[in-house]
């Protein structure tokens, strides 16, 4: 089965905003923790700013989503984020001063373009297409973050971060195009009605709605939040520049493509129980590893499994999301409610992800991660627990 054209566009339109991310993320966060002097403190401070805003903004355009043309306002927050990498080459070293300024302008901006875009992609993506959707999404976004972590590694290392800046401002913009090719569905004549909405949770205990939020909750405290920051510091930790964060951040995304090939080509739901139960074995392993010495072998050891066995994680997690969102009363008519808690939920593990971090960066001691792996690695494994007990209901 070939995918369908507005399954195509989704694909190139998240490929160009992984490079943005990867810039958001990855190298933004290295470079927070230089000019601080290795303090994680303002990468803290930032984050949960950002993500805070980002929950408060979602409740706020959550009816225009709903009763208006969502594409419209997902330009808007495309726009937004092309005007924060504006403010990163502006204010250079002085963004630390004005770290609630970007903090606020990126969560706004992710609230203006995240929410959107799950209904975006839950609605112009077929159920029968999904799990082929998600494995070439998947491995597209990953060749691209294997040139582009050596490319901006490299340009940083030898320029600086605010002409890597103007090359992802370039990318926004292109992003902002591709938008255009994006179409709105689904549109709703009715509010927001989150009381209706409970009930209609409550009504339907056949689908493991509050176990789907769970997951999205932990999945906030991991591998979309704070995880995501620790690997990228442990790199810059033990190998020093940031065009070796690049190179090893382009080496595990080669592994992640192969996998997620064999994802997409050999997945079934059947077998999810059997993946589930390697994926946690392969964390427990590195975690315990990593929990007696931090050096370069076991920065590497967790980094490939984060990489690699991580995303066919997630990948099985959002099948389930969307899955559920495409079943009645969700599809239409609480579609934007079923999604709005989505966000509230992995906002909220966001948050408490980097108020831990927070702690870490007062202590100014690096020992002090163990405590955190220890708390994502206890997310993490109880997201395999609640997504193979959704398995064995389905069956």
Known sequence: ???????????????????????????????????????????????????????????????????????????????????????????????????????????????????????????????????????????????????????????????????????????????????????????????????????????????????????????????HGVLGIIVSLLIIYEFNTELNLGIWTSVFSVCKIIVMMLFAKCYNKKKSNLVLTLIGFSISISFIWMLFS???TTVVLYNLVYYTFMEILLSITEIRLFDYSNKPPFKEEYNTEYFIFRELFLNIGRVLGYVILLFVGFMHNMEYLKFLFFAVTIALILIIVLTKNISKKEK
């Open 294 to 296: 931090i050096n370069k």
């Open 1 to 223: 089965m070939k995918l369908s054209n507005d399954a195509k566009i989704i694909i190139l339109d998240r490929a160009i905003g992984n490079v943005i991310e990867i810039f958001l993320s990855t190298f933004l966060a290295a470079y927070f923790y230089k000019i601080t002097q290795d303090s994680l403190v303002y990468i803290s401070i930032y984050h949960i700013i950002s993500w805070i805003a980002a929950t408060i903004g979602a409740f706020f355009v959550a009816n225009y989503i709903k009763t208006k043309n969502k594409v419209n306002l997902y330009r808007a927050g495309t726009f937004l984020k092309a005007f924060y990498v504006l403010l990163i080459i502006i204010l250079k070293e002085k963004i630390i001063d004005y770290v609630w300024l970007i903090g606020i302008c990126y969560g706004i901006s992710v609230a203006c373009t995240g929410f959107p875009f799950n209904m975006m992609e839950s609605e112009l993506v077929e159920e029968k297409e999904r799990t082929k959707y998600m494995g070439y999404k998947s491995a597209i976004g990953q060749i691209v973050k294997i040139v582009i972590p050596v490319v901006l590694g490299a340009y940083i290392t030898f320029t600086s971060y605010q002409i890597a800046a103007a090359l992802i401002l370039f990318f926004s913009l292109i992003k902002l195009g591709i938008s255009f090719f994006i179409k709105n569905k689904n549109v709703n004549k009715e509010k927001i009605n989150i009381p209706q909405f409970f009930k209609q949770v409550k009504k339907h205990t056949e689908y493991p709605i509050k176990k789907l939020y769970t997951i999205e909750f932990l999945k906030g405290i991991t591998f």
